[in-house]
């Protein structure tokens, strides 16, 4: 029995399971089909038969039968249970749904979710319904202990059809796979048998069709391959060609007799069929190390994919943050419409003469200057504001640009751009008015971080009489004329006509302060910049995101695969053939 300190093997399982089931794996990686389908079918196979198992281990003896179109199943079927259960047919592909039969005091077993959840339950006429529905049909001619589910064809046109019928072969404890003295070396089935043998999933194989002159010579052949392919354990049955018999076109029942014998024996030995179920279900337990692993280090591939794109965008508008900070220290935005618009705010023209004459007098004239005229600050504001944004909307188009010109290089990139190349080539629809909001923003922090300076250096009188708002937008062109090199602060503008600001500035705040309130005033503005610019590189960082696993995906499945193992370690005795009764716990 299962000590205290035993790991609950059920509830491990199941939290690897919900690991595996929870992964994204959206990115066009070398690996990534091979590792979505290996997800799928590892959920499935957990959802459908391993849990279910492990939770009832006395539940009756599943066996599948598959098979490729025309291998004459349903017949077989049929055939062993003595009337017909599940209704064969000429045309293909049939699209009925999977037919599970089963003693009637066995059906219980079968009605609820418990197996094959995905599927729903229906009694009734099994030609009726789609493949969603598993058709519940009891009948005394199936032994207790035994049910036969006649599955869709492995090698349908129908995509639905192979998909079904691959996943009922792994809810299975048994597998009897169906073929004929034509098929038999066709690569569908073997590809399953192989699939089998690495799940350590007990086969059967019944060999349909045989012409009764070579029923000896193709088993052998068939055998022999068998054995070179590793699956010299799977039991062999031979049916020979012969006319159907009866209303109900079934097999001669000496056709069929070792095959029934053999599945009645497993039924009615409890020991033998608890051998067969602890073999597949010990087999599958001990692959899903392997099939996690293959997962896990496509989970890694996906994760440094995933890097290079994000670190890709992430340059791209880490330089975009560069160009506009070296548009801002080298005075460009100050060019054109900015520069005219500053002249007449201040009277370039005898302003600037004056000064050239009387240097000393140079404050009393602007401040008289501008208190007797009052001229309006708005369009030096607007002005500035255009430029600056100008400025950053092309940075930001640039960045965009070279992003998507960077992902295009890749196949996951590629394919994660889709039909988005041109929205993504350029800035976003919300960044313009994001932008203009934020630029204005800043020139009010400027006013603001202006005036406390004037209150906190008791330099009201002398601000009052120039203006906060002269003041601010002199300081506003003072940040757009630093260079890192310079110790001092100075605002030389094309023309050189606004040397007269800073020296305002120098007059009303000091020289000190004047480059602290420069450089505050630019490191807000950058700021400001990079943080509008993260908001655009994130468009790219979120399609990533949306595609690529979790960062923490891959350590967290390798940890919830090697809490399982020891769980299944521990637990080894009770689920390997010939081990004592199994108690693994109960999980969600």
């Known amino acids: 029995m299962k000590t205290m300190d035993t790991p609950d093997l059920a509830g491990a399982l199941a939290a690897l399971r919900d690991r595996v089931a929870g992964l994204r794996l959206g990115l066009a990686t070398a690996g990534a089909d091979a590792a979505r389908a290996a997800q799928g079918e590892l959920v499935g196979q957990v959802d459908d038969y391993l849990l279910p198992r492990l939770r009832r281990i006395d539940a009756p003896l599943l066996a599948v039968v598959g098979g490729s179109t025309g291998a004459g199943k349903s017949t077989l079927v049929n055939s062993l249970v003595g009337a017909v259960v599940s209704r064969a047919g000429w045309l293909r592909p049939t699209t009925r749904g999977p037919v599970l039969v089963c003693h009637p005091a066995d059906v219980d077993w079968f009605r609820d979710d418990r197996v094959l959840p995905e599927l729903s339950r229906a009694t009734g006429d099994p030609s009726q319904g789609g493949a969603g529905t598993l058709h519940l049909v009891p009948h005394a001619g199936v032994p207790e202990g035994l049910a036969l589910i006649d599955a869709p064809d492995i090698d349908s046109v129908v995509a639905e059809n192979r998909a079904l019928a691959t996943q009922l072969l792994a809810a299975a404890d048994l597998w009897i796979f169906c073929t004929t003295a034509a098929r038999y070396a066709d690569a569908v089935p073997w590809d399953l048998l192989h699939t089998a043998q690495q799940r350590s999933?007990?086969?059967?194989?019944?060999?349909?069709?045989?012409?009764?002159?070579?029923?000896?010579?193709?088993?052998?052949?068939?055998?022999?391959?068998?054995?070179?392919?590793?699956?010299?354990?799977?039991?062999?049955?031979?049916?020979?060609?012969?006319?159907?018999?009866?209303?109900?076109?079934?097999?001669?029942?000496?056709?069929?007799?070792?095959?029934?014998?053999?599945?009645?024996?497993?039924?009615?030995?409890?020991?033998?069929?608890?051998?067969?179920?602890?073999?597949?279900?010990?087999?599958?337990?001990?692959?899903?190390?392997?099939?996690?692993?293959?997962?896990?280090?496509?989970?890694?591939?996906?994760?440094?994919?995933?890097?290079?794109?994000?670190?890709?965008?992430?340059?791209?508008?880490?330089?975009?943050?560069?160009?506009?900070?070296?548009?801002?220290?080298?005075?460009?935005?100050?060019?054109?419409?900015?520069?005219?618009?500053?002249?007449?705010?201040?009277?370039?023209?005898?302003?600037?003469?004056?000064?050239?004459e009387r240097i000393g007098r140079l404050r009393d004239r602007v401040t008289?200057?501008?208190?007797?005229?009052?001229?309006?600050?708005?369009?030096?504001?607007?002005?500035?504001?255009?430029?600056?944004?100008?400025?950053?909307?092309?940075?930001?188009?640039?960045?965009?640009?070279?992003?998507?010109?960077a992902w295009r290089v890749r196949a996951a990139g590629r394919a994660l751009l889709g039909d988005r190349p041109r929205a993504l080539a350029h800035a976003s629809d919300d960044f313009r008015p994001a932008l203009e909001r934020e630029i204005r923003a800043?020139?009010?922090?400027?006013?603001?971080?202006?005036?406390?300076?004037?209150?906190?250096?008791?330099t009201a009188a002398r601000l009052a009489s120039f203006g906060t708002n002269g003041a601010g937008l002199a300081l506003m062109l003072a940040v757009f004329a630093q260079t890192g090199g310079l110790s001092g602060v100075e605002l030389l503008v094309a023309g050189g006509t606004t040397a007269a600001s800073q020296k305002v500035l120098e007059a009303v705040f000091g020289d000190s302060a004047v480059r602290a309130l420069a450089a505050t005033a630019r490191s807000d503005l950058l700021e400001s910049v990079e943080n509008l610019l993260a908001q655009e590189r994130n468009r790219f960082a979120a399609i990533v995101d949306g595609a690529a696993p979790e960062r923490d995906a891959a350590l967290s499945l390798r940890a919830a695969l090697e809490g399982f193992e020891q769980a299944r370690r521990a637990n080894r005795g009770s689920t390997r053939p010939g081990g004592r009764p199994l108690d693994v716990g109960v999980a969600r």
């Open 201 to 356: 999933t007990a086969p059967a194989v019944v060999l349909d069709r045989v012409p009764s002159e070579g029923v000896a010579e193709i088993s052998r052949h068939l055998a022999s391959m068998l054995d070179e392919n590793g699956l010299g354990r799977a039991a062999l049955f031979a049916v020979p060609e012969t006319p159907l018999q009866g209303e109900n076109a079934l097999l001669p029942a000496a056709s069929v007799r070792p095959l029934r014998d053999w599945l009645g024996r497993l039924a009615a030995d409890a020991d033998a069929r608890a051998e067969v179920i602890r073999t597949t279900l010990d087999g599958a337990l001990a692959s899903l190390r392997q099939r996690v692993s293959a997962v896990a280090r496509e989970v890694d591939d996906q994760l440094a994919t995933a890097a290079l794109l994000r670190d890709e965008a992430d340059t791209a508008y880490a330089d975009a943050a560069l160009e506009v900070d070296d548009g801002v220290r080298s005075g460009s935005v100050l060019r054109g419409e900015v520069l005219a618009r500053w002249q007449e705010f201040v009277g370039t023209g005898e302003l600037s003469r004056s000064l050239e």
């Open 368 to 405: 008289a200057f501008l208190l007797n005229r009052e001229p309006p600050t708005a369009p030096v504001g607007q002005a500035l504001e255009s430029s600056v944004e100008t400025l950053v909307r092309a940075a930001a188009d640039g960045a965009a640009e070279r992003t998507v010109d």
């Open 442 to 458: 800043w020139q009010g922090r400027v006013l603001q971080l202006v005036a406390e300076e004037g209150r906190e250096r008791r």
